[in-house]
């Protein structure tokens, strides 16, 4: 049987209401949830439906919840470190549990779709992720995030030309986020505190693997390569490292120590790099490494074929910016004319004005509003005097013996490159004019330098360019790769990284022998629609201040020295910004749940699943599953059907070979339950008293004993140490095969791996018992008692299981046993002359009933004897206290069901109450309640279902509550001292009232009358 819902857990909602279900009906869920013959899926939708009653074809598609249900623990670790806020609660987050004890009780990651920034991004970069962690002041978690995919957040930070922010659902209302300035104050934050983010990398014991050019593209590859564990060798012919990044660009744009840093992060990573060393022969490389990738750059300039290119005083603009920022001397004359109109071209000038040229100018084909630079650089550019002649055509540079004079040139009336990059160039007849100049630097395109490939050893293209397949950046040659402006042409950084990354994973293919051509997977891109847009302003979830404007050293100040102009954001300014975003995405995909998350339960690459089955019958629970879907519901319908008792779900177990040979070994195993328990209970210290315990033989602390490794790791204990009883400290309550309202996910997952074993296992519940009502110290020492009472009951276990027991002898076979059971265990037959009550061993659960009914007293214990009773209570009240303990006798279904949710809840209450539970409060008897007094309780409270509610039908408790007070005031004890309540199904709230006003009453003096 399949079983499907919309929502991501049974029983709520199914278009994602995060509305719990009713309580009481935990039990049929889970019981469902881990049926053997019941497949679960969450996050489903039943899309096509074909046949006919008996022979349906049905299409599923499983959306992902990121979150892998068998390994999520429930922690909340990864809630606690989402940045993400959903409301104006901002306890809201991107991760969530649908509903305390959900089914399954597995986080969910809420996700719209790709954020458009990280669309737009050439490298995928998660902005939205380390945005979020900016506003939450987490700087260094955001520099981590930042670093996932961009192993150059400084530079990208002062140089890429964020086409994210082009994207970016802000400018919608006003402008968008100031991207890229966010990404430069964490890189400048990070580096001036002199943090890193931490990369794990593995041992360089793969095959060898060549990268030749060390800019961005080259650098980025090799990264990623020495994160998967091969060792690279990076070949560079320039005597730095870095390629056009650190020659190309001018460091009043991007310094050199901040470039220098950047890369030595990635050599610590165990790169070899060899300057000034030129390849010439791929060949030969490839003799020696098994993979080459080709990162070139771009670094030789163009000239245009025009008269007087070849003159003294006409230089290159790549060649110039080299040399300036390889400290070489460089000169200039007084009137700089630079030819072009990109970005290199506006660098080029505004070095000119730096080397001290009196007059600098630009000229470029293009018109004013089409020139390639991006217009914040122009301005800039014009702000320190630059004077810029758009729409003009070069003709030649004139020049009086050999000295340059000026360029003579043509107003363009139209211009248009082709694909191929074929110029069509219209100019005004009879507009020549001369551009006054001494010194000419042509800026107009560069060309990768592939004079070293032998003739049709590579395909090079008619840009002069490598051919490459565009996907997988295969050259044509096995093992050999391309990437970067050698392939492109001249682009931008980020372009550059994204080639090293795509070359990465294909050399990674390549090596492994898998298909180069991966499957991509674009998730579908988050548009938020104006509705959206105002309700998160309107709910604070995203400022409304205008977008932040960067600071900049005054022109004047700026172009009299080669000091960085842009100064960045402040960090005030910085949150301010990152509280502008919108979160398009909702979950920001920064990867903090990732990294809090233990167990490896999260997964951000989930991907839709499209699931085909055969059934034969379709049950339609609601209507609103089928909602948008063009299906008849003729044959479509859910049968009415009685719901079960709880008292009749059970464990899917199976049965063991028990081993029980000579003496009690017993084996203490406390979990640490993702620091919910190990965080506030000293793990350690209860491990070292329970070792002291008469019959335990070892003691291990376990990180999570919810998941297989816990329990194999349990299991392997077990054969290790030849235990034959264990002892489990956790969130688990019992070892009953039931399933009740206090059961989870987590602890029916734990048991049923755990109740495998050939030990007979007791738990306690040390996590909503201690750890989670209490401080640190009377936690640790509750869990100590709790944990000796339940080496006290294990060392009384026996096979089979004690369940209802009737001693023949005694019966009247009068049927009182038959009336109150509820799953038909037990019947009153002939055996011989006198009817006598028999059990079905297979049928009972152990509850108890029967055994407190009984008038003969002829049924003994349950799952739990009278004598094991006793010695809990001897380990509870022996343990010395700075106050009396009271014990709370509860039952196992609805009182019980409030102390675990006062858990869940944090609600506290005196540390000195000690819980013994029962299956129902009609197993307990007088003696077990004097056996309290007698071993020193200041007071007993009995905790059971609200009148009429008892799953066993009983209502003795109270003749026992009124029977019992007589017998205490006989022997002198004040009856105050025993108390009867109830409590509702789940209220922890009122669990933990009802236990603070009884023991406050009991240490009153008088002890004062209850309300």
């Not at 994210?164 to 580096?191: G, M, T």
């Not at 989930?606 to 299906?631: H, K, M, N, T």
């Not at 734990?750 to 110290?777: D, Q, T, Y």
Request: include cysteine; charged fraction near 25%; hydrophobic fraction near 40%.
């Amino acid at each position: 049987m399949h079983l499907v819902t919309r929502a991501p857990s049974l029983g709520q909602a199914p278009l994602g209401n995060p509305l719990p279900v009713e309580g009481s009906l935990l039990p049929e869920l889970l019981a469902a949830a881990c049926h053997p013959q019941i497949t679960l899926l969450t996050n489903a939708q039943l899309t096509t439906v074909e046949g006919r009653e008996g022979n349906y074809s049905v299409t599923l598609l499983s959306h992902p919840r990121y979150v892998d249900k068998e390994r999520c623990a429930a922690c909340g670790r990864c809630e606690a470190n989402c940045p993400v806020r959903m409301g104006r609660d901002s306890d809201g987050k991107a991760i969530y549990l649908p509903y305390t004890k959900s089914v399954p009780a597995a986080y969910v990651i809420e996700k719209r779709g790709t954020a458009p920034c990280r669309a737009a991004c050439p490298i995928h970069q998660r902005a939205q992720g380390y945005i979020a962690l900016i506003r939450e002041g987490r700087y260094e978690d955001a520099l981590r995030a930042l670093k996932e995919e961009n192993p150059f957040p400084s530079i990208c930070g002062r140089v890429c030309d964020h086409r994210c922010e082009n994207e970016c659902s802000r400018q919608r209302v006003d402008e968008p986020v100031s991207i890229r300035a966010l990404k430069r104050f964490v890189a400048d934050w990070a580096y001036a505190k002199g943090k890193t983010a931490q990369l794990k990398v593995p041992p360089a014991e793969g095959p060898s693997v060549a990268v030749v050019g060390s800019g961005p593209a080259g650098l980025t590859a090799a990264r990623e390569l020495a994160l998967l564990g091969y060792r690279v060798t990076l070949f560079e012919a320039l005597p730095v490292p870095g390629g056009m990044m650190r020659v190309g660009i001018p460091s009043f744009r991007l310094p050199p120590e901040l470039i220098q840093r950047e890369i030595d992060e990635i050599l610590d990573l165990g790169i070899e790099l060899k300057l000034n060393s030129h390849v010439e022969d791929i060949d030969a490389l490839l003799e020696e490494y098994e993979a080459l990738f080709l990162a070139l750059g771009a670094h030789g300039g163009r000239k245009l074929p025009i008269p007087g290119a070849d003159l003294p005083g006409v230089l290159v603009g790549t060649d110039f910016l080299r040399q300036v920022n390889l400290g070489q001397e460089v000169r200039v004359g007084e009137r700089v004319l630079v030819l072009g109109g990109g970005d290199v071209a506006v660098d080029v000038a505004r070095t000119a004005v730096r080397l001290g040229a009196k007059r600098v100018e630009m000229a470029c084909l293009e018109g004013r509003d089409s020139m390639p630079a991006y217009p914040w650089e122009i301005e800039a550019a014009e702000a320190e005097g630059v004077i810029i002649h758009p729409s003009r055509a070069f003709k030649e540079i004139v020049h009086t013996k050999g000295q340059i004079t000026g360029v003579q040139c043509l107003d363009v009336t139209f211009m248009e490159f082709d694909e191929d990059g074929r110029l069509t160039l219209e100019t005004r007849p009879g507009s020549e004019h001369l551009l006054s100049c001494d010194t000419v630097i042509f800026a107009i395109g560069q060309d990768p330098d592939l004079g070293f490939l032998v003739d049709g050893e590579l395909q090079i293209t008619s840009r002069r360019t490598i051919a490459v397949d565009p996907e997988t950046l295969a050259a044509g040659k096995p093992g050999v790769f391309a990437g970067g402006d050698a392939v492109t042409g001249t682009a931008f950084v980020v372009d550059a990284i994204a080639a090293g990354q795509r070359a990465a994973r294909s050399i990674d293919r390549y090596l492994r022998g898998e298909e180069l051509r991966g499957e991509p997977f674009s998730p579908p891109k988050a548009e938020l629609t104006e509705e959206e847009i105002a309700q998160r302003l309107s709910l604070g979830l995203a400022s409304r201040r205008p977008r932040a404007q960067i600071a900049t050293l005054p022109p004047s100040q700026a172009k009299g020295s080669f000091q960085e102009v842009e100064l960045g954001f402040t960090e005030e300014q910085a949150r301010a910004e990152a509280e502008r975003c919108l979160s398009c995405g909702l979950c920001s995909e920064c990867l903090e749940c990732e990294i809090a998350c233990e167990t490896g339960a999260i997964d951000h690459e989930q991907r839709p699943l499209e699931l085909r089955l055969q059934v034969g019958s379709i049950l339609l629970a609601d209507a609103r599953e089928l909602e948008g879907l063009p299906l008849s519901l003729e044959t479509i319908s859910a049968p009415s059907l009685p719901a079960p008792s709880p008292l009749a779900l059970r464990l899917p177990l199976e049965e063991r070979d028990w081993r029980l040979d000579g003496e009690p070994r017993i084996g203490v195993f406390v979990c640490h339950c993702g620091g919910h328990i190990g965080e506030v209970i000293d793990v350690a210290e209860v491990c070292r008293e329970a070792s002291r315990l008469l019959g335990v033989v070892h003691t291990q602390e376990i990180p999570y004993a919810c998941l297989v490794e816990g329990a194999e790791s349990i299991d392997r204990a077990i054969t290790a140490h030849n235990l034959n009883r264990a002892v489990l400290a956790a969130c688990s309550c019992c070892s009953l095969d039931q399933i009740c309202y206090s059961c989870s996910y987590q602890r029916v997952r734990s048991k049923v791996n755990l109740l495998r074993s050939p030990s007979l296992f007791e738990f306690v519940n040390i996590r909503e018992h201690c750890a989670l009502v209490h401080a640190g110290e009377r936690a640790t020492e509750k869990a100590k008692d709790l944990v000796a009472s339940a080496v006290a009951r294990a060392k009384l276990m026996t096979v089979p299981l004690p369940k209802a027991e009737v001693e023949a002898w005694r019966c009247r076979g009068c049927g009182t046993c038959e009336e109150v059971c509820q799953v038909e265990a037990i019947r009153v037959r002939e055996d011989g002359e006198q009817p006598v009550a028999q059990v079905d061993a297979s049928l009972c659960t152990g509850c108890g009933s029967c055994a407190a009914l009984c008038p003969s007293g002829a049924i003994t214990a349950g799952y739990i004897s009278d004598r094991q009773l006793e010695v809990t209570l001897e380990a509870l009240l022996a343990s010395p206290n700075p106050e009396p303990k009271v014990i709370v006798f509860s039952c196992n279904w609805k009182a019980y069901s409030g102390a675990e949710m006062a858990g869940l809840q944090g609600i506290s209450y005196p540390p000195n109450a000690r819980l013994v539970r029962l299956q129902c409060l009609g197993r307990l008897h007088r003696g077990l309640i004097l056996k309290a007094f007698e071993l020193g309780a200041a007071g007993v409270l009995m905790l059971g279902c609200p009148p009429g509610e008892c799953e066993h039908r009983l209502e003795g408790a109270e003749d026992l509550f009124k029977r019992t007070q007589a017998l205490l005031g006989l022997l002198g004890i004040d009856k105050r001292r025993l108390h009867l309540d109830s409590i509702p199904l789940g209220d922890g709230r009122l669990f933990a009232q009802k236990v603070k006003r009884f023991v406050q009453r009991v240490y009153s003096d008088g002890y004062g009358e209850s309300d």
